[in-house]
């Protein structure tokens, strides 16, 4: 079973502060992983992606991935109002004799960074 | 960039008619192309994956005679919710791809059967 966890939150910082958004996965097969930010009533925005051990940094955001611990985080420096969202942790996962694989999402953590 | 679009934004219907959604990559081909739904406070579901010229794989559980999917060319898929009643209003998206992994969604279209 192909499972994604995050903490529902919500997730409350106030401006300024590093939010930090924390993700589980259960199939060791998982290859890629993404973070989506979605306002509330609109289609998730892609923020970063990572598929290698380690940190990626881009902006304010750096996502970490530890395969051996099978998690996957999200930083956000200096968060702003605007961050406020809820973020969807993501695991590609291609199905075995597949070349295509298919996006598993959590549940997504809402954030709220308040002025 | 990678931007994908969907038309129409919105739409209401009557029950037991058509609708018809489009969804298009703008600025690259997609390989693959994927369609969702998601209920209001609830994740994203997975409905089908399509790729250009073949028929599309549908999850368990999704109607495939009710939700006919055709990926017409490497820019565009249409997703058709045949006899649409009540409880298939949704927020529907999708997603392209063009490396069959990272997925960009449109802004998907809200519909709402009366």
């Known amino acids: 079973q192909k499972e994604v966890e995050q903490n529902s939150g919500p997730l409350s910082v106030p401006e300024g502060a590093i939010a930090s958004l924390n993700c589980t996965y259960s199939?060791?097969?998982?290859?890629?992983f993404f973070w989506y930010r979605q306002y509330s009533g609109k289609s998730p925005e892609l923020i970063m992606f990572i598929y290698s051990n380690g940190d990626k940094e881009d902006g304010r955001f750096t996502a970490q991935l530890n395969k051996a611990s099978q998690y996957v985080s999200l930083l956000i420096r200096d968060s702003q109002p605007s961050d406020s969202a809820t973020y969807l942790c993501?695991?590609?996962?291609?199905?075995?004799?597949?070349?295509?694989?298919?996006?598993?999402f959590g549940r997504g953590t809402q954030l709220t960074v308040w002025p | 960039g990678a931007v994908v679009s969907q038309h129409p934004s919105w739409v209401i219907c009557k029950s037991g008619t058509s609708v018809k959604i489009e969804c298009r990559s703008l600025d690259f081909q997609a390989t693959t192309m994927f369609w969702y739904r998601q209920f209001p406070k609830q994740s994203l579901m997975l409905m089908a994956t399509?790729?250009?010229?073949?028929?599309?794989?549908?999850e368990q559980g999704v109607e495939k005679d009710k939700f006919l999917i055709n990926h017409a060319s490497l820019t565009l898929s249409t997703l058709t919710v045949t006899s649409a009643h009540p409880e298939d209003s949704s927020f529907y998206i999708c997603?392209?791809?063009?490396?069959?992994?990272?997925?960009?969604f449109g802004p998907g279209t809200r519909l709402l059967v009366l």
């Open positions: 997603s392209a791809s063009r490396d069959g992994e990272t997925q960009y």
């Open positions: 199939d060791r097969g998982s290859q890629s």
């Open positions: 993501a695991v590609n996962i291609r199905d075995r004799g597949s070349t295509l694989g298919r996006l598993y």
């Open positions: 399509s790729n250009e010229g073949s028929k599309a794989t549908y």
